[in-house]
C-alpha cells in the first residue's frame, strides 16, 4: 500500500496523459476496429469484353451445371447439406462481388475497343443496381494501373465506366494493379477527390482496393512494409487488399509450375497484409487459382477438389474473400465457405452461450474470442449457412440483439445481470 506522500505526482499524471492522450488518439484513428458493413466472400474478376448484365445469370447456370457434374465430389468434400445450400445460393445471390476487368484480364486493345468496352461496363454496373439482389451488391472494374506507361489509358478507362454508368453507382469500388510505392496511394486519392467534385458526391464516397502483386508493396527500399504505410495513408478510402497470386509469385522467382496462393511467399505476403490490416477495418482477399473446372468428369472433379482445399485453406487462415475466374470456381467457393462455417457453427454457438452465461464449459474464453465467435456466427448466416432459428436451438441466449450487444461492447459483458 503506498504511503503518505508516495504516490505520483500531480505533475507527473499530468506529464503522462500530455504523452498518453495523443497515443490513444491516434490508435483511435489509425485502428477503429473491423468495419460494420459484411465482407463479401469473393470478388469475381472477369474480362470487359466479356462482361454484361446477364452475366451473373448466365454464369450461376453453368455454375448449376458443373456442380451436377461433380456432385459426388462434392458431397465427398463438404456433405449433402453443404451442397444443397450452396446450390441455392447459386439460384439466388450467386456473384457478391465482382470487378469488370480492363487490366492484365483485358490486355492491350485499340482505344477505340477499350473505349467501347469501358461504356458497357458503365452501363453494366448501374443496370446490376437494379437487379440486386441476384445481381452482385458490390461492383467495380480493375483499370489499368499508375505505372507511366498505362496510367494514361487506366485513367480515361475509369473516366468512362463513370460517365457511362451515370454517376457512381451504388456499391462501386474499383481496384488499383501494381502497388509499389506509397506516393501512389496520395495520387490515387487525388483522383477520388476530383471526380467526387466532378459527380457532386461527398468526400469520401469514392472507394478503392489497392492490389499487392508486387514485391516490393510489401517491402520496400527502405526495409518498411509498403502497404502498411499505404493502409493508412490511404483511408479512409481504401476498402481492401487484394492478393495477386501470380504476378508475385513470378515477380519473386517462383517457377510457373508451383505458383499457388499456398506458396511459402504467398503465405509470406498475405501474412504481412493481414498484420498490416489488422483491426483498421481494411478487408483482405486471397487471390486465385489457375485452374478451371472444365473437361472430362475427371478433370472437373481434380478442379473442385483443388479449388475447395484452398478455400478452406485460406479460410482457415483467417482470409474469408479471394477471387473467383470461371463458373465453376462459384460451385466450390460456395460448398467450402458454407460447409466451413456450418460446420464451425454448433462449437461457436455453444461457446458464446457459456459466454453469456458466466459459466466454465470445456474452454474459458475472453472477450476477444467472444468477438470472433460471433464473427462465425454473422459471416456464416451472411453466406446461408445456416439460420439463426438453427443458431438460437443450440444457444438460446445467442439472438441477434445480443449479438448486437456484444459487439458494441468490444465483446465485454455488463458486471452485473
Known sequence: MTGPGRGLSPQARTRLEEILGPVDDDLAARYPGDRPTRQPAHTVYLSAADADV?????????????AEVGRTALTELAGDDAVELALRRLGTNPVEDLRIDLEDGYGWRDDAVEDA????????????????????????????????????????????????????????????PKLRDVRQVDAVNVLCADLERVHGLAEGTMRYELQVEIPQAVLGADGRATVAEAIHRAAPRLSGLHYG????????????AQQSLAHPV?????????????????????????IMPTGSVENVEAALR???????????????????????????RWTAVIGFFRSAMPTAAARLQSYFQRSAG??????????????????????????????????????AD???????????????R
Open 54 to 66: 446477364d452475366t451473373p445469370r448466365t454464369w450461376a447456370t453453368q455454375a448449376q451445371q458443373i
Open 306 to 332: 483443388r479449388h475447395h482445399g484452398l478455400v478452406v485453406r485460406s479460410l482457415e487462415r483467417g482470409f474469408y474473400q479471394g477471387w473467383d475466374m470461371h463458373p465453376g470456381h462459384l460451385v466450390t
Open 117 to 176: 468496352h469501358a461504356r458497357r461496363a458503365g452501363e453494366t454496373l448501374a443496370a446490376w443496381t437494379r437487379q440486386r439482389p441476384y445481381a452482385p451488391w458490390m461492383a467495380g472494374i480493375r483499370a489499368k494501373g499508375l505505372g507511366a506507361r498505362e496510367r494514361h489509358r487506366g485513367l480515361r478507362t475509369l473516366e468512362l465506366v463513370l460517365d457511362a454508368a451515370g454517376g457512381v453507382p451504388d456499391g462501386f469500388v474499383f481496384t488499383v
Open 362 to 399: 470445456d474452454v474459458v474464453d475472453e472477450p476477444a474470442t467472444a468477438l470472433s465467435l460471433a464473427l462465425v456466427l454473422d459471416r456464416g448466416a451472411a453466406a446461408g449457412a445456416f439460420t439463426a432459428d438453427e443458431v438460437t436451438a443450440i444457444a438460446p441466449l445467442c439472438t
Open 266 to 290: 504467398a503465405d509470406h505476403a498475405k501474412a504481412v497484409m493481414q498484420a498490416a490490416a489488422a483491426q483498421t477495418g481494411v478487408w483482405i482477399s486471397d487471390g486465385s487459382t489457375q
Open 245 to 256: 497470386t501470380y504476378d508475385y509469385s513470378a515477380a519473386c522467382g517462383i517457377v510457373s
Open 402 to 416: 445480443a449479438l448486437a450487444d456484444l459487439r458494441a461492447a468490444g465483446g465485454s459483458l455488463p458486471t452485473t
